[in-house]
Nanobody
Framework: QVRLVQSGGGLVQPGGSLTLSCTAPERILPLHREGTLSWFRQFPGRNGEVVAGLTRGDSINYADSVKGRFILYKDDAKNSLYLQMEKLKPEDTATYFC?????????WGKGALVTVSS
């Protein structure tokens, strides 16, 4: 099982920006054939969604709700994944998790609460 260490999160005003990071002590980047590395958010009291996902070959997919506002990027040398969030809205308030999936299973970070409020 891969350990994922998250940082970032906090309170930000609507329209503001925030960047989350996710680092693995063991090498998982660049992704091998079966691996995916993604950001998932859990909303208070309702189902969550996959925000953005990275697959081998650096293919990135975004949820429609964040396209044009969020950017997923990585640093292979630091074995880290980032989620740059811009133009944040109150409806982006959620706990954000990074997770890694490969043929052996899934590993999740502990989550980071992002609150968008004035």
């Amino acid at each position: 099982q891969v350990r994922l260490v998250q940082s970032g999160g906090g309170l930000v005003q609507p329209g503001g920006s925030l960047t989350l990071s996710c680092t693995a002590p063991e090498r998982i980047l660049p992704l091998h054939r079966e691996g995916t590395l993604s950001w998932f958010r859990q909303f208070p009291g309702r189902n969550g969604e996959v925000v953005a996902g990275l697959t081998r070959g650096d293919s990135i997919n975004y949820a429609d709700s964040v396209k044009g506002r969020f950017i997923l990027y990585k640093d292979d040398a630091k074995n880290s994944l980032y989620l740059q969030m811009e133009k944040l809205k109150p409806e982006d308030t959620a706990t954000y998790f990074c997770y890694y999936r490969d043929g052996a299973g899934e590993s999740w970070g502990k989550g980071a609460l992002v609150t968008v409020s004035s």
